[in-house]
T-cell receptor, first 116, second 115 residues
Framework: NAGVTQTPKFQVLKTGQSMTLQCAQD?????MSWYRQDPGMGLRLIHY???????DQGEVPNGYNVSRSTTEDFPLRLLSAAPSQTSVYFC???????????????FGDGTRLSIL | AQTVTQSQPEMSVQEAETVTLSCTYD???????LFWYKQPPSRQMILVIR??????QNATENRFSVNFQKAAKSFSLKISDSQLGDAAMYFC????????????FGKGTRLHILP
């Protein structure tokens, strides 16, 4: 059981480039989310998914796309990188719907992304 | 809208002493969950403790305990016998009980452990 795996751990991009942050979990979790962490801002939800084929926007979705073609994978795409997207990105997953119990989220190790 | 407030950006405590991190939240819900997460320098997010709002008993996990005051909407974390490995960012978090996965985090408190 590897848990939640994020790749890459570090990435530097030029403004305007696109890239995909990968997230995979091997716990058969339905629920997956992407957060960005910025100094003084805490963790902010970008997009989330309640199951394969279903995604929805979080607090700060602009400039990001997601898809959920399988239960295991939830990639985050930056369409045209901007310096404002310099941040640390966390992927998280949980097994049960929130109303079935207090299931905490399992987090990946994070991806540090710098946009020049 | 639900909000989570951590009013202490940084705190320091002497090794082996006890420290309390504050968290307040705002919600109109009656049932919900509250969490404390730890983020060490490695940047992993580690669940420290969780509390169900419908339980009056405060959650405890080894040296970590909470003081949950539902009426005051307060959820503080107490760390007893502080250890050097406790140095980290600590995030208070809230989740509603419904069919979405939104978890709302506070801005964090950086805890320093003084040897």
């Amino acid at each position: 059981n590897a848990g939640v795996t994020q790749t890459p751990k570090f990435q530097v991009l030029k403004t305007g480039q696109s890239m995909t942050l990968q997230c995979a979990q091997d716990m058969n979790h339905e629920y997956m989310s992407w957060y960005r962490q910025d100094p003084g801002m805490g963790l902010r939800l970008i997009h989330y998914s309640v199951g394969a084929g279903i995604t929805d926007q979080g607090e700060v979705p602009n400039g990001y796309n997601v898809s959920r073609s399988t239960t295991e994978d939830f990639p985050l795409r930056l369409l045209s990188a901007a310096p404002s997207q310099t941040s640390v990105y966390f992927c998280a997953s949980s097994k049960y719907p929130p109303d079935r119990g207090d299931q905490p989220q399992h987090f990946g190790d994070g991806t540090r992304l710098s946009i020049l | 809208a639900q909000t989570v407030t951590q009013s202490q950006p940084e705190m320091s405590v002497q090794e082996a002493e006890t420290v309390t991190l504050s968290c307040t939240y705002d919600t109109s819900e009656s049932d919900y969950y509250l969490f404390w997460y730890k983020q060490p320098p490695s940047r992993q997010m580690i669940l420290v403790i969780r509390q169900e709002a419908y339980k009056q008993q405060n959650a405890t996990e080894n040296r970590f305990s909470v003081n949950f005051q539902k009426a005051a909407k307060s959820f503080s974390l107490k760390i007893s016998d502080s250890q050097l490995g406790d140095a980290a960012m600590y995030f208070c978090a809230y989740r509603r009980i419904n069919r979405d996965d939104k978890i709302i985090f506070g801005k964090g408190t950086r805890l320093h452990i003084l040897p």
